[in-house]
């Protein structure tokens, strides 16, 4: 005998089409047919009434999953519950049939049971078959506010009657208990709005379940459900918050519509958003309740690790205070604050709610601004996509101009220099008159060409990068970057002037930094070299037509370099002709600034000083001011460059990370 015909349970094999394979005798006994009939024939075909049953949904499910299902089953004839359990295979299924009739009315009793234990706290009431009321508790009795004595053998319908429930509402009850006495639902819920015996306006469960008793058939437990009504509304009305978060795609506007809607949907009139400023590594107030403005005339600034503020946003938890006299590490000890709750919003900063008074917020209020930051965290994060997606639709625009200018100048600059190797050859045949070709250049004249050639390239490089591939910003000493600078450029080191009241750090890329500085150092250099060459040229023209001295030359150039925004004594910007690139506030911002002396000015103080492919005939190899500014404008800076009466001055402004030291 096979071992399954041996257990009492019922089972049976299917293969992957749900045919039957194999039967024990407790199976056929079940199903009422013979292994005979059966194997090889589909379950749904042969028993077409368990379609409308579990067993379809369950038996897919094991398959599809491949992992063991279980359900419950009721078999009408034989007035037994079965325990149904699938193992799936490979080649089909292994189904037992357990008998749990036992189990399941054990099961109802202690439903029962634990419902009656449940409904303490609740308004409980029995009535027989006449729908008279049997019995009431103490909670019904406060809930109508009406003695017990007043209620017992009147009919069910006192309950609507005293309670001020609707007419149709009260047909709904009664429907309710009509259902459960006559065993059409073995239970039923009603929710219908009433009135409490304080005439407040609430929302009750009324709940309906047959009972055994040898007075009362059926018990009725009413729970008053009107917080979590609220709750409801509350959490569908932070849905609809939501929505209007995500239509803005402004990081201080998404902040303000969520503190002030979350104010008055929470009742949260002291509440406050701050965000993490990535730059300066502190957490900066961006919007506020009126509430929090009136009790403390703004928001603070908090840096690390100052306050409890910190300690939650770096441990990414919300933390409810309800006692602040009772914690340490307070930012204020003598706030009036007395409760809060502190909520991050991802990586982006916290949500912070107080109150005057202690044990203000319960664990509802937790998860309802838990759900409210979440929110404000998704907004943020798709206003971060967004402005990512723009500023990556505005670099490909700049990256294209950028490459048009780098091809102009590659076109004409190195053909300049091609031009001068030509000039030289002609010079040199003309002057021999010799027409045999002879490399005629020196070695420093080829060396000072192939330097240029090979400092265009370098430059051409830098201004091809992404404009917003700034590194790790690390802390720079402003003095010994410029010296480095200036010792890597064409400025000869001593002309160098700094005019430092203070000594001062930044933050920012190094690598590009010194590019900076070194390219505004060189394109001094160069204006410098130019106006010198000028200078010999009009002297030798000059000495064609007369004797005058041929060794006249401009004076040394000189570079000075100060801080703006620290010293208050800073020199004075001495007849400006012309702006570049000015903006409102730019004379408090913090920067530094390049005063040289070299007679040579940019060829115009408009946007064409910054353009590389203005060709004004100078002759000046590499990208200059073009290169200074696309390193500027990636670190969020602003470059200038205005007209002085004894040479030029440009100026690097908005550096926020600039500090004294």
Request: glycine letters at 6%; hydrophobic letters at 40%; aromatic letters at 6%.
């Amino acid at each position: 005998m096979p071992v399954v015909d041996r257990i009492t349970d019922a089972f049976f094999a299917l293969d992957t089409d749900f045919r039957f394979t194999y039967l024990n005798d407790r199976a056929e006994t079940l199903l009422e047919r013979s292994r005979a009939d059966l194997i090889g024939r589909v379950m749904w075909d042969e028993f077409p009434q368990t379609v409308e049953t579990q067993f379809p949904d369950g038996f897919h499910r094991a398959m599809d999953t491949q992992t063991p299902v279980s359900f419950d089953i009721y078999h009408a004839r034989l007035e037994t519950w079965f325990e149904a359990t699938a193992y799936p295979s490979e080649t089909g299924l292994s189904v037992y049939m357990r008998d749990v009739t036992e189990r399941k009315q054990q099961e109802r009793t202690l439903a029962q049971h634990a419902a009656a234990v449940e409904a303490i706290s609740d308004g409980v009431v029995t009535l027989n078959g006449d729908r008279e009321i049997v019995s009431v508790n103490e909670a019904m009795e406060r809930f109508l506010g009406v003695d017990r004595a007043d209620l017992l053998g009147e009919h069910v319908e006192i309950i609507p009657e005293r309670a001020a429930i609707d007419a149709d509402d009260a047909v709904e009850i009664g429907r309710a208990i009509t259902d459960v006495d006559i065993g059409t639902a073995e239970t039923r819920r009603v929710e219908v709005p009433f009135t409490d015996a304080s005439g407040a306006d609430r929302v009750g469960e009324f709940r309906f379940v047959p009972v055994e008793d040898t007075r009362a058939t059926i018990a009725g437990i009413v729970r008053d459900v009107t917080d979590q009504h609220e709750y409801e509304r509350v959490a569908a009305s932070l849905h609809e918050i939501t929505r209007w978060l995500l239509e803005s795609d402004d990081p201080e506007e998404i902040c303000s519509i969520a503190v002030h809607a979350g104010s008055d949907l929470l009742d949260l009139p002291i509440s406050g958003v701050w965000l993490l400023d990535d730059e300066q590594g502190y957490l900066d107030p961006v919007a506020g309740t009126a509430g929090a403005y009136e009790e403390f005339g703004g928001l603070p600034r908090f840096t690390p690790p100052e306050g409890l503020i910190w300690d939650v946003f770096e441990s990414g938890s919300v933390e409810r205070f309800d006692d602040l006299s009772t914690v340490d590490g307070l930012y204020n000890p003598d706030s009036p604050i007395r409760s809060e709750i502190i909520a991050p919003i991802g990586t982006h900063g916290v949500l912070m709610t107080g109150s005057l008074e202690a044990d203000r917020f319960d664990d509802t209020d937790v998860e309802l601004l838990s759900t409210l930051v979440e929110n404000i965290r998704a907004a943020l994060d798709r206003a971060d996509r967004e402005q990512l997606l723009r500023d990556r639709t505005t670099e490909l625009e700049r990256q294209t101009e950028r490459l048009e200018g780098i091809a102009e100048v590659l076109s004409t600059d190195l053909k300049r220099q091609l031009d001068a190797v030509a000039d030289a050859l002609a010079d040199e045949r003309a002057r021999t008159g010799n027409d045999s070709w002879e490399f005629p250049l020196a070695e420093d004249s080829v060396t000072t060409m192939l330097d240029r050639t090979e400092r265009l390239v370098d430059d051409v490089r830098e201004f091809a990068r992404n404009a917003t591939a700034v590194g790790p910003r690390n802390r720079i000493l402003l003095e010994r970057a410029i010296r480095d600078a200036a010792a890597n450029s064409r400025l000869d080191e001593s002309a160098l002037d700094l005019d430092f009241e203070h000594a001062a750090a930044l933050r920012a890329d190094a690598e590009r930094f010194g590019h900076l500085l070194e390219t505004a150092f060189d394109d001094i250099a160069a204006r410098a070299q130019a106006s010198e060459s000028e200078g010999a040229s009009e002297t030798r023209d000059e000495a064609r037509v007369s004797s005058e001295d041929t060794n006249e030359r401009s004076p040394p150039v000189r570079v000075s370099v100060g801080l703006l925004g620290i010293d208050d004594d800073q020199p004075a910007h001495e007849e400006t002709q012309a702006v570049i690139g000015t903006e409102t506030g730019r004379e408090q911002s913090r920067g530094f600034y390049l005063l040289d002396t070299a007679a040579k000015r940019p060829a115009t103080l408009d946007e064409r000083a910054f353009d590389p492919t203005d060709d004004d005939g100078t002759g000046m190899d590499g990208l200059g001011l073009t290169l200074v500014r696309a390193i500027a404008d990636a670190h969020d800076w602003t470059l200038s460059v205005d007209d002085a009466t004894n040479g030029t001055r440009i100026e690097v402004r908005d550096i926020t990370t600039l500090e004294p030291l």
